[in-house]
């Protein structure tokens, strides 16, 4: 990313101004036009660096109290095919393939959100069951204790 | 409480906000109420932190940013201060207690490879657990956290 990305990425970061031309606010901070800012927005989204582009919400305060984490055990050659099958559940929010560790044999995890704790373990069950899996663990959160947007770049100001 | 129109509005932006000159007028169309109504709302919700952030949402990797997974083992009874020293760094974002011998599971984000070693191993020497797991992730198959509303 040059430094003209980086600024960008510095300004949508505190969020979209709350007023009419949003676009133009940023520009003129950045000494740009409202289409040059307009067509990189839309670049980054493109390429991916913006994921999405809408409201981050959070969803305790939508009803959606419970959250678990539940780790897999998949073979190797199977945590494709398990992390497909798991990421087309619409209770499932994340899920990565991460690394094993010493005494920690899980390598497929999954976030699921659901409204209580057993239609949480009811989710797992029957993700167990999709992807033939039998080895896992759910991990229920007891505690938020931090959760925030990442700031990126802020070494630059 | 948030009523009907707060859950149409949500619905919408949590899915996308258009990338046009006047993106709140647009929303404004699509639920026929005015512009400085969607634009008042709006600023309501992020008031009540039910919006964290408007707007861009970026993928920390694309972005060059690198990342892992921390568990760490944390007696019971000295969760507040390691919890204080660990949520300190900006890099670390998310931060869970979860029903486990392994019950602080928290993510780190830093520029390069070399920032986030030294943020996990400032972590482990001033707080000195030395129970822990490093967990990257080498696939994502998915991130979403859109919630119907209706």
């Known amino acids: ?34 289409a040059e800012v307009l067509a990189k927005v839309q670049e980054f989204i493109d390429r991916g660096i ?35 099958i798991m990421a087309s ?34 989710t797992a069950a029957r993700l167990a069951a999709a992807a033939g899996l039998t080895d896992y663990l759910v991990l229920f959160s ?10 990126y770049f802020l070494e630059e100001t | 409480m948030l009523d009907e129109l707060d859950k149409r509005l949500l619905n919408l932006v949590q899915t996308r906000l258009p990338v046009a000159p006047e993106p709140y007028r647009e929303l404004a169309r699509e639920l026929g109420i005015a512009e400085e109504e969607v634009i008042g709302r709006l600023r309501q919700l992020i008031e009540k932190k039910v919006i964290r952030r408007l707007g861009a ?10 990342g892992t997974l921390c568990a760490f083992k944390v007696p019971p009874e000295r969760i507040a201060e ?4 660990v949520n300190r760094h900006p890099g670390v974002t998310h931060n869970y207690l979860r029903d486990h011998e392994y019950n602080m599971w928290f993510t780190v984000l830093a520029g390069s490879e070399a ?26 198959f998915k991130i979403r956290v859109n919630f119907d509303l209706a």
């Open chain 1, 1 to 34: 990313m040059n430094k003209l990305d980086q600024a960008l990425v510095r300004e949508l970061q505190k969020g979209l101004p709350l007023v009419s031309r949003p676009f133009l606010a940023i520009a003129q901070k950045l000494r740009l036009s409202e």
């Open chain 1, 50 to 84: 913006i994921r999405r582009f809408g409201a981050a919400v959070r969803h305790q305060d939508l009803g959606y109290v419970a959250n678990a984490m539940v780790v897999w055990q998949v073979p190797d050659e199977r945590v494709r095919e398990a992390g497909r």
């Open chain 1, 89 to 122: 559940f619409p209770e499932v929010t994340h899920c990565y393939e991460r690394v094993c560790a010493p005494g920690w044999p899980y390598n497929l995890y999954t976030v699921i959100h659901g409204q209580t704790e057993e239609q949480c373990r009811e």
């Open chain 1, 142 to 151: 007891t505690a938020e204790l931090k959760k925030s947007s990442m700031k």
């Open chain 2, 57 to 66: 949402i970026f993928d920390s990797r694309k972005v060059g940013y690198k």
């Open chain 2, 82 to 85: 390691v919890a204080a020293e």
């Open chain 2, 115 to 140: 920032g986030l070693n030294k943020i996990v191993e400032e972590i482990k020497e001033r707080t000195g657990i030395n129970e822990y797991l490093l967990l990257p992730a080498v696939n994502i």
